[in-house]
């Protein structure tokens, strides 16, 4: 399979325990999340805003998407590139996806200058994923296959020679099955069941 066909990504199961960085007197807490779209992310930053509401800085990365991916980053007043981005350089460097990773910021009265910076945010990043349960999961597609009763054996035959999913099914007066099949093995399973006479498929979003 080709690099550009890439069927797995790597994301988190569950938020990561708190991580503490500390560089003269500043604390930098560590957060990482999984997340599946921005109304989740909003909510994590709200929460940790009122856990640390004495903070100088809540500043985060973010990035969602399995194949095509979008991300954000914010340095919450920090010099500009100080911040967000070393925490995004984290999310890419282990390659994870559907994350959230925040550092939250006190102020020890001393500055770091923005190399001390940098490596401090890029720390705590570092620190939140090593904390964290990074698993790879398979990119999977959804085909219905409709039918009529009569094709039921053939149909069930090829879900199970090839050990398919089936997420859902609804069975009247004809017949539709809800297969979630690993992207690299798409095509062919939509060849099968398209060469059988009298069934259908087609993938749904």
């Keep these: 399979m080709e690099a550009s066909e890439k069927d797995t990504y790597k994301t988190i199961t569950a938020p990561s325990s708190e991580v503490l960085f500390k560089d003269r007197n500043s604390k930098f807490f560590g957060y990482a999340f999984p997340v599946e779209d921005e109304e989740l992310i909003k909510l994590h930053l709200e929460d940790l805003r009122k856990q640390h509401h004495s903070a100088r800085h809540w500043c985060y990365a973010w990035q969602l998407g399995k194949e095509e991916t979008h991300y954000r980053a914010n340095d919450d007043g920090e010099p500009a590139n100080s911040a967000g981005m070393p925490i995004y350089g984290q999310i890419q460097s282990f390659e994870v996806t559907n ?81 979630s099949v690993r992207k690299g093995e798409a095509e062919r399973i939509y060849n099968k069941f398209d060469s059988v006479y009298k069934v259908s498929i087609k993938r749904i979003d």
């Design 99 to 179: 994350i959230l990773i925040v550092v939250v910021r006190y102020f020890g009265g001393v500055k770091l200058g923005v190399g001390g910076l940098i490596n401090a945010y890029r720390t705590t990043a570092q620190m939140a994923l090593e904390a964290s349960d990074i698993v790879e999961r398979t990119i999977d597609i959804r085909f219905e296959v409709a039918f009529d009763y009569p094709e039921m054996n053939i149909v069930m035959r090829i879900i199970k020679e090839n050990n398919l999913e089936v997420i859902d099914q609804k069975l009247a007066l004809d017949c539709k099955i809800y297969l």
